[in-house]
Each structure stands twice: as structure tokens, then as C-alpha cells.
């Protein structure tokens, strides 16, 4: 069964991936920032007879994505899930921008997938999938954005869009499948209660996207259910 390495795994999302991939049978290696405060990751590592590890990681700290990935044993990784994100301080348009904030969403959702995609490349590479995907929003379309407001995420999402783009040229070579997918609006913290789709609804239907990938699809963007989404 193929191995998944995903990022943000304590919670939301990442957790929901965790627990799908698992369910399946997968051998999924768990990263997050504090794994010994990871509850819900605890709870499926006691279920999953060690087809579950868990890796201490801040994707917003480089030195910590190379520990990581020095640390790790599992020789290769056929999918890299990243799924970490923040959505930064609200309210921030034009006349109200917090920089310093902006930095570390910037830190988080660009640079983040780049640290872990080159941390972790050789071990993509020599795979069978030798798949990642990157988790964005439909927030960081250019086409798509007609209300304006979440400046940091927004230009981190557009910004994140454009490295996975370049990824997928650059990796085609070694024969490496890059995409980026719209979870939707989901019932998460980050999306709040008024969203239109649970996490287990946006996973699973991820998950279908990402069952048929191949190089062809390098360097789209994809929403989640499986229609191209707008640059």
C-alpha cells in the first residue's frame, strides 16, 4: 500500500486525511508542530497498528522540515499531502494591513509546501506515485476573486499556486506529478460552522481526485471535485 506524508495533521483536514488514508489501509506518516498535544492523531495511532507515525514539524521553520526528513525512515513517499495553513488576522484589506502577520502566512502556506517538497523530493521520487499536492483555495484565484478583503491568504494561496505550477515543470524530468486542489468552503476551524461541506465530504471527494492522478495532470489546479478550478 502506498505511503502518504501530510502536513497539518493535528486537526482539521490534515486529520481528516489522516484518519481516511489510514481507514484504507495506507502506511501515512502524521506531521505537525506538537505531536505529544495531538489528541485526535493519539486516538488513531492506538487504532491503526503501527500503520501510523507521527513527526514533530513546523513547515514555517526550515531547520525543523530538514530534522524531519533526516529523521524519517520510511525510504519513499508516494503522496506528500500539504496541508498545513493559517488564514491569518481578519478583516485586513488595503488601509489595514498587518505585515508582520502577512509574513508568517506567507512563511506558512508558500513557503511551507516549498520547504517540504524539496525536503522531501528524493523520497518522492523514488516512489511509485510520486505524487504531491498541495491543499489551496479557491481564494487564491486570480479569475475567481470578486469580494476582495484576506489579502495575506489570498496572495499565499495565488503564490503557493505558482510554485506547485513551477514544480511540475521542473520535476517533470524525474517523473514527479505536482497539482494543487480547492478543498472548498469546509467545516473546519478555519472555515467555521456556516461552511457548506464537512471535512470527511471535501476529503473524500479529494481523495477521488487524487486516486486518478497522473502526469498528466501536472501542474493544474483542481477543485475539489474534480473540475478544473480558474487560474
Not at 50 to 77: I, M, Y
Not at 131 to 151: E, F, H, K, P, W
Amino acid at each position: 500500500m502506498p505511503t502518504v506524508l501530510i502536513t497539518g495533521a493535528s486537526r482539521g483536514l490534515g486529520l481528516e486525511f489522516t484518519r481516511q488514508y489510514l481507514a484504507d489501509g495506507n502506511t501515512v506518516i502524521a506531521a505537525c508542530r506538537s505531536p505529544d498535544a495531538a489528541h485526535g492523531l493519539a486516538q488513531l495511532a492506538r487504532q491503526s497498528e503501527g500503520t501510523l507515525s507521527l513527526v514533530q514539524v513546523d513547515v514555517a521553520d526550515t531547520e525543523s522540515v530538514r530534522r524531519s526528513a533526516a529523521q524519517l525512515k520510511s525510504p519513499a513517499v508516494d503522496i506528500l499531502v500539504n496541508c498545513a495553513g493559517v488564514i491569518g488576522a481578519s478583516g485586513q484589506t488595503i488601509g489595514s494591513l498587518d505585515y508582520d502577520d502577512w509574513r508568517q502566512v506567507l512563511e506558512v502556506n508558500v513557503l511551507g509546501p516549498a520547504r517540504m517538497s524539496e525536503a522531501f523530493l528524493d523520497r518522492v521520487a523514488r516512489s511509485e506515485r510520486r505524487l504531491i499536492v498541495t491543499i489551496t483555495s479557491g481564494m487564491g484565484s486570480l479569475a475567481d476573486n470578486t469580494s476582495g478583503g484576506y489579502i495575506p491568504y489570498r496572495t499565499s494561496k495565488a503564490a503557493v499556486n505558482m510554485v506547485m505550477r513551477s514544480a511540475a515543470i521542473d520535476l517533470k524530468p524525474r517523473g514527479i506529478t505536482c497539482v494543487v486542489i480547492n478543498p472548498g468552503w469546509v467545516k473546519t476551524d478555519m472555515g467555521g460552522p456556516n461552511a457548506t461541506l464537512s471535512a470527511e465530504e471535501s476529503v473524500s471527494a479529494m481523495r477521488r481526485v487524487i486516486a486518478k492522478l497522473g502526469p498528466r495532470d501536472s501542474g493544474r489546479f483542481y477543485n475539489y471535485d474534480g473540475r478544473e478550478y480558474p487560474w
